[in-house]
């Protein structure tokens, strides 16, 4: 590992070459975006075997600098100052030719979300295969073979299989096997991965990052390695890079940065970072539940006449209840069937069986009007913030929507838009506008105070702050825990974040494959977990048990299994 | 595009907020509005507000309004233009050096462009006349007829478009919304594809009287099963947006979330189809007259002028040449306003820069 070296980088430098180096670069934006440079003298390197983390919120600019670094820039986007070398060879004046001779045996890219960098009509064997029919003269039977080996060191299982196999009869961590094999296969010096592990789940994310590793350390790649999650920057990083915007805030190792930081900036970042470890919460008074799910079960069926009817099995047997200024979690990976969950109970879609009580009366199979009282009581805030607001909609036509087809008058369901507003810490001028007008978290609100407009009393959270960055996240975790406190309602929380889960629950339950596995209070589900499940979630939680900040130490560390 | 951009910005508007804590005492929301039926949420403390409230929202770099951005395609400047010429000399075809139509002077037929001649009516009144364009084999003035022909062409198109895109976003919103009609409504809208246009329109034109509202519908109808597929696949994507889900949860009424949440979404595919289906229109409807089955033949039109001077094109070319070039011209002013269109207002293609 490298001494830190930011403060002066005119210290002699080791005898070997940095694998990359970026000197004094700085890109520029088109005309009329939101700033003129893209990033600004951005100053690092990254030397054999070690692993560079550029660390950053969305828009910090990190991907940009991938880009550059692969000679993907964007049209309009140009590097105007500065430089890159690889291996000591200046990447900016090279040609299109010459970088595409360089890209694969010299550097490679990991990218995040591995159904997009796959070509879906072609076999992952093919698309490995072409690598080296494109960079090297060995024979067709040789080629394959090499794919076969390179498959078999990304612990692919059954490399005969994937290889004749389509990206999309493969699991999400597999595809992403594929696409580091296909940057591995030609032992580039330097290897590129921007955010590879965001769109897995979290046991997933474990393995690939540990494969990354362990590939790294046989052919002592250089890794510049992207991401907005500081566990994964605990679990991986020999050095961090901070961005805000554009701007490098910090540099350093990873020890320095992650637990004394110098600058404000990465302070904040850190302080935001959600622990696993719960929360005092207020206890909770007794009475009847708001919501109760009895053995709600979701059968989706697929195909039609005359094609083959498949059954998918997505929920089976849930039953759970929330109780007046309650916080319940459903967490679980893809796949598990949290959502179907959420959806049954906000009564989005129908269940298959089971049945849903809200204020003793039973509203599984309610239809149309009937469901209207149901529909004040719960409200549900969604995932992508971006996609949960009419874009051709006021924000204020929005939020009194649910009130005005309640029967409120205009004006009143205005004025209390107005106070909501104010709730969830936004101007009240806001309403006129559209919503493309705002970022990610004032979205978020805008979507909570949508919620809350129909007064309910239990709010469900489909990943309601998934997408956002970390210290926006913090912010909507406070809110929602504050409006909570004010106005005791139950919150269904749904998510795959532990940490996120452990911040705001009081209970929580795992689901694995359509079923619960366990549940409990956050403290004995998350620090003495009975299900061999829920011990492997804990584990694989990147960054667990790293003191961030200059916070103590997480004091009880979660068990493991 | 500076849609990505803006989200740049935004990250850092709510940066501030942090550092400045975001808790701040308590602050009650008072259900000052008894909402009819249900029960209220506990009165928090009655304290006054000490809003620390967010940074506002970003002064978005929006730009320019879809108007000024539609005017900057030079697709859409020249579409635009062309048509709005059309359109207007067709309205103001009377006082544009033209005559009554369908006047006929064997004795002026086949004149060349340009000319300047004696106009005797079967009446027998006589003026002098300047055949800009020429004339027909019956002496009857080309420029006129043009012009007149045009406001049938136009009315036409702009009549077939309305109707099928009616229609076609009725039948599509019922299909992609409710499932259960789905199945029915496609199904019946493939049998409607299933006929050839052409001979449909020939048909329904003989059952019933060749007129601007017959030739309209006989158009139009073998337009509606695409207008409707595309609204159909265009509800299916939006009705599994989270918005029209949020809308649904709020209980609005399925009307108001087609009307409200959906239709306003979909509205740029579907003025982009428009155009198309106006062209389209445009192209059938000389067809027809140009097979004698359209319009009335004392009604001129671009179809029945050049079925009129077809036979003695290589002598006289001017009665098929000049709406044949008018008409295609009339075409392409349409397309490209669509092509513009498209690249301007559907996202899709608007990453790609068009």
Redesign the interface.
């Known amino acids: 590992m490298t001494t830190s070296q930011s403060a002066s980088p005119a210290l002699p430098r080791a005898a070997t070459e940095p694998v990359l180096a970026v000197r004094k670069l700085s890109i520029t934006l088109p005309a009329g975006a939101d700033r003129p440079l893209a990033v600004e003298h951005i100053d690092f390197e990254v030397a054999a075997g070690q692993t560079v983390c550029l660390l950053g919120e969305s828009g910090s600019g990190k991907s940009v600098i991938a880009q550059a670094v692969m000679g993907l820039l964007p049209a309009g986007l140009k590097a105007i100052e500065g430089g890159i070398t690889l291996n000591g060879r200046e990447l900016l004046p090279l040609t299109l030719t010459q970088l595409r001779r360089l890209r694969g045996p010299a550097m490679a890219m990991v990218f995040q979300e591995p159904m997009t960098a796959l070509n879906p009509v072609q076999r992952c064997g093919d698309q490995v295969d072409e690598i080296l029919r494109e960079h090297t003269r060995l024979s067709a039977a040789e080629r394959r073979r090499e794919v076969l080996r390179i498959f078999a060191r990304v612990r692919l299982p059954e490399p005969e299989r994937i290889y004749a196999s389509y990206p999309h009869q493969l699991s999400g961590g597999q595809r992403q096997r594929i696409v580091i094999a296909i940057a591995l296969i030609l032992k580039p010096a330097l290897l590129i991965c921007d955010e590879p592990t965001t769109a897995l789940d979290v046991t997933t994310q474990a393995e690939i990052l540990k494969l990354i590793t362990e590939l790294q350390r046989e052919n002592g790649t250089a890794v510049l390695f992207i991401t907005h999650d500081f566990g994964v920057v605990a679990e991986i990083a020999d050095r961090v890079v901070v961005m805000q915007l554009g701007r490098m805030v910090e540099q350093g190792n990873k020890l320095d940065v992650l637990q004394a930081p110098r600058q404000d900036y990465t302070r904040m970042l850190l302080a935001a970072v959600p622990e696993l470890g719960g929360r005092s919460r207020p206890p909770l008074p007794d009475g009847p539940a708001l919501l109760d799910a009895r053995a709600l079960s979701k059968t989706y069926a697929t195909g039609s006449w005359p094609g083959r009817r498949r059954t998918v099995q997505a929920a089976t047997d849930i039953s759970l209840s929330v109780h007046p200024g309650e916080t319940v979690g459903i967490v679980g990976e893809s796949g598990s069937g949290k959502s179907t969950v959420a959806r049954c109970i906000a009564r989005l879609i129908e269940p298959s069986s089971g049945d849903i009580l809200a204020g003793g009366q039973s509203v599984a199979k309610a239809r149309g009007r009937t469901l209207s009282p149901f529909r004040r009581q719960v409200q549900v805030v969604f995932q992508d913030p971006y996609r949960s607001l009419n874009p051709r909609q006021t924000v204020g036509a929005s939020i009194i929507e649910g009130p005005l087809n309640f029967g409120v008058p205009r004006e009143q369901a205005w004025r209390r838009a107005e106070e909501l507003m104010r709730l969830v810490r936004m101007q009240p001028s806001a309403l006129h506008r559209y919503p493309n007008q705002f970022s990610g978290g004032q979205r978020q609100r805008i979507s909570i105070a949508r919620a809350l407009a129909c007064e309910p009393k239990v709010l469900i959270a489909d990943e309601a702050v998934s997408a956002l960055d970390v210290s926006v996240q913090a912010q909507i975790l406070d809110l929602l825990n504050d409006i909570q406190q004010r106005l005791r309602i139950g919150i269904l929380f749904i998510t795959h974040d532990l940490r996120v889960a452990s911040q705001i629950c009081d209970r929580v339950i795992v689901m694995q494959q359509g079923r619960i596995v366990e549940q409990g209070r956050i403290n004995d589900v998350f620090f003495a977990p009975q299900h061999l499940y829920t011990k492997t979630l804990l584990a694989a939680a990147p960054g667990r048990g790293f003191a961030f900040g200059s916070r103590e130490p997480a004091a009880p560390q979660p068990i493991l299994a | 595009m500076?849609?990505p951009?803006?989200?740049?910005?935004?990250?850092?508007?709510?940066?501030p907020?942090?550092?400045g804590g975001?808790?701040r005492g308590?602050?009650?929301?008072e259900?000052?509005?008894p909402?009819?039926?249900?029960?209220?949420?506990?009165a928090?403390r009655p304290e006054s507000?000490t809003?620390?409230?967010?940074s506002?929202?970003?002064?978005?770099?929006?730009?320019v309004s879809t108007a000024r951005r539609l005017w900057r395609n030079g697709a859409v400047r020249f579409g635009a233009c062309v048509l709005a010429l059309l359109v207007a000399g067709a309205a103001a075809a009377p006082w544009l050096g033209t005559i009554d139509p369908t006047l006929i002077d064997p004795a002026s037929a086949n004149l060349p462009p340009g000319t300047s001649a004696e106009f005797m009516t079967l009446g027998g009144d006589t003026f002098q006349h300047w055949f800009a364009l020429g004339s027909d084999s019956l002496g009857r003035d080309l420029w006129s007829r043009m012009l007149y022909g045009a406001r049938v062409s136009l009315a036409v198109g702009a009549g077939v478009a309305l109707l099928a895109l009616a229609i076609g976003i009725l039948l599509g919103l019922a299909a992609g919304y409710f499932r259960r009609l789905d199945g029915v409504i496609m199904r019946i809208m493939d049998g409607v594809m299933a006929i050839p246009g052409i001979l449909f329109a020939i048909t329904l034109i003989a059952v019933w009287q060749p007129s601007l509202a017959t030739i309209v519908i006989a158009i139009a109808v073998p337009e509606i099963p695409r207008v409707a597929r595309l609204v159909r696949s265009v509800v299916l994507t939006i009705r599994e947006?989270?918005?029209v889900?949020?809308?649904?949860?709020?209980?609005?009424?399925a009307w108001k979330v087609l009307t409200?949440?959906i239709l306003?979404?979909a509205i740029a595919p579907l003025i982009i189809q428009g155009t198309y289906v106006c062209a389209a229109a445009i192209l059938v409807e000389a067809i027809l007259s140009f097979l004698g089955v359209g319009m009335p033949p004392e009604i001129p039109t671009w179809g029945n002028i050049m079925a009129e001077g077809r036979t003695q094109f290589t002598q006289y070319p001017q009665s098929v040449l000049f709406p044949g070039l008018l008409l295609s011209f009339t075409v392409l002013a349409v397309n490209l306003l669509g092509d513009g269109l498209r690249d301007t207002l559907d996202p899709k293609f608007n990453k790609r820069?068009g």
Do not use: C, M, W
Not at chain 2, 5 to 15: E, I, K, V
Not at chain 2, 26 to 29: D, G, M, T, V, W
Not at chain 2, 56 to 63: D, E, I, L, V
């Open positions: 500076s849609e951009l803006s989200g740049l910005t935004t990250s850092q508007s709510a940066s907020v942090l550092q975001v808790k308590s602050r009650s929301l259900p000052k509005a909402l009819k039926g249900g029960g209220g949420a506990p928090g507000f809003p620390n409230i967010e506002p929202a970003t002064t978005a770099p929006r730009g947006e989270p918005y889900e949020a809308a649904v949860a709020l209980d609005t009424p409200r949440h306003p979404n820069g």
